[in-house]
């Protein structure tokens, strides 16, 4: 399965949001991640489905919504229609979470789901079926550039071989501390999807030079096997 790089506008420049969405796209990642955070679930607030809105008409590339709040069921529909492609909830705020999953379907939409760090595997067990995308938080949700959580690495192991047991070809994505020294782990351990945002906007380099050590960070592993 390809590794695919997401960025993740939680790091860039409020100010200048359409300009580098639009680096990141020129510099080749596959996606774009937009944290929705509601100041309950995480001690944060950020973009709501007017920024999805903004952004859709001005990229080619997927919008991964990744909300961060609690409630989401009753947001689905909005940020579908604002032009989210892929629309991931945490399971820690989803009471229902097989009725949540299955409005996501309906919206034709993909669906997603995400676990924190302290949350076991196990509480997906029953929908692994369901989704398109399972995404590992490596950090506690709510800030970017904070530092990676080591322990994840063997929850990543872990879900690889709950979903091969399954016969699942369900991407991993990681989200939280993703950089050329983290990514070559988490790709061993069996992660396909790099959720980086600090790594790729930061002021040490340009966007694509950024993306560019990424990419050339995660050759290393699938090289030697």
Request: some cysteine.
């Amino acid at each position: 399965m390809a590794i695919e790089i997401e960025a993740s506008i939680l790091a860039a420049d409020f100010a200048r949001l359409g300009e580098q969405a639009r680096q990141a796209e020129a510099a080749g990642v596959d996606a774009l991640q937009v944290d929705v955070m509601d100041g309950r679930f995480v001690p944060n607030i950020t973009f709501g489905a007017g920024v999805v809105r903004a952004l859709r008409p001005l990229l080619a590339l997927p919008l991964d919504v990744h909300l961060m709040i609690v409630e989401p069921e009753r947001y689905l529909a909005e940020f579908a229609a604002a032009g989210a492609d892929r629309l991931v909830v945490h399971q820690e705020t989803c009471p229902h979470l097989h009725r949540v999953l299955q409005s996501i379907r309906e919206l034709d939409v993909a669906v997603g789901v995400t676990l924190n760090p302290a949350t076991p595997l196990s509480a997906l067990e029953e929908v692994l079926e369901m989704v398109d995308l399972i995404q590992v938080m490596t950090v506690n949700p709510g800030f970017g550039g904070q530092a990676f959580i080591f322990s994840q690495l063997d929850k990543i192991r872990r879900l690889r071989r709950m979903l091969d047991d399954r016969g699942l070809a369900v991407p991993i994505a990681v989200d939280g501390g993703i950089d050329p020294e983290t990514a070559p782990l988490v790709v061993a351990a069996g992660a396909t999807v790099l959720v980086a945002g600090s790594s790729i906007y930061n002021q040490r380099a340009s966007v694509v030079e950024n993306v560019a050590a990424l990419r050339a960070s995660i050759q290393r592993p699938r090289a030697t096997g």
